[in-house]
T-cell receptor, first 113, second 115 residues
Framework: NAGVTQTPKFQVLKTGQSMTLQCAQD?????MSWYRQDPGMGLRLIHY???????DQGEVPNGYNVSRSTTEDFPLRLLSAAPSQTSVYFC????????????FGPGTRLTVL | AQTVTQSQPEMSVQEAETVTLSCTYD???????LFWYKQPPSRQMILVIR??????QNATENRFSVNFQKAAKSFSLKISDSQLGDTAMYFC????????????FGKGTLLTVNP
């Protein structure tokens, strides 16, 4: 049981480039979320999904796109990277039957130059 | 919208002593959960302790306990017998009862345990 996995661990982009951060979970959790962590800001919710085919926006969704075609995978797409998107990104999964605990991936550190 | 406030950006404690981290929150909901997460230098988010708002009894997990004051909307974390491995960033988080998959986090408190 690998839990929540994220790839890559580190990434450097140039302004305007696009990329996809991958997230996968093997716990059959229905809910998945993406957060970003900035210094002095805590974690902020970007997008979330309540099941395959269903996504919604969080607190800071601009510049990001998500889709959820399977229960296991929840990729986060940066359409045109900007320096303001330099951050650490965490994916999390959650099961309503699991005492309301979110399981976090190891994070991806993204730098946009 | 809910807000979570951690008023102590940094704290330090001597090994084996006790330290308390503060957290206050604002909500109009009656059914919710509160969490403390630990983030060591490895960056991994680790759940330390959780509290259901409907439970009056304060949660305890080994050396970690909370002081949950619902009327005051306060949720502090007490770490007893501090260990060097407790050095980390600590985040307080709020989850609505019906949508705990969307957490609202405080800005964090950096705790350093000194030998």
């Amino acid at each position: 049981n690998a839990g929540v996995t994220q790839t890559p661990k580190f990434q450097v982009l140039k302004t305007g480039q696009s990329m996809t951060l991958q997230c996968a979970q093997d716990m059959n959790h229905e809910y998945m979320s993406w957060y970003r962590q900035d210094p002095g800001m805590g974690l902020r919710l970007i997008h979330y999904s309540v099941g395959a085919g269903i996504t919604d926006q969080g607190e800071v969704p601009n510049g990001y796109n998500v889709s959820r075609s399977t229960t296991e995978d929840f990729p986060l797409r940066l359409l045109s990277a900007a320096p303001s998107q330099t951050s650490v990104y965490f994916c999390a999964s959650f099961s309503s039957g699991n005492y309301n605990e979110q399981f976090f991936g190891p994070g991806t550190r993204l730098t946009v130059l | 919208a809910q807000t979570v406030t951690q008023s102590q950006p940094e704290m330090s404690v001597q090994e084996a002593e006790t330290v308390t981290l503060s957290c206050t929150y604002d909500t109009s909901e009656s059914n919710y959960y509160l969490f403390w997460y630990k983030q060591p230098p490895s960056r991994q988010m680790i759940l330390v302790i959780r509290q259901e708002a409907y439970k009056q009894q304060n949660a305890t997990e080994n050396r970690f306990s909370v002081n949950f004051q619902k009327a005051a909307k306060s949720f502090s974390l007490k770490i007893s017998d501090s260990q060097l491995g407790d050095t980390a960033m600590y985040f307080c988080a709020f989850g609505s009862g019906g949508s705990n998959y969307k957490l609202t986090f405080g800005k964090g408190t950096l705790l350093t345990v000194n030998p």
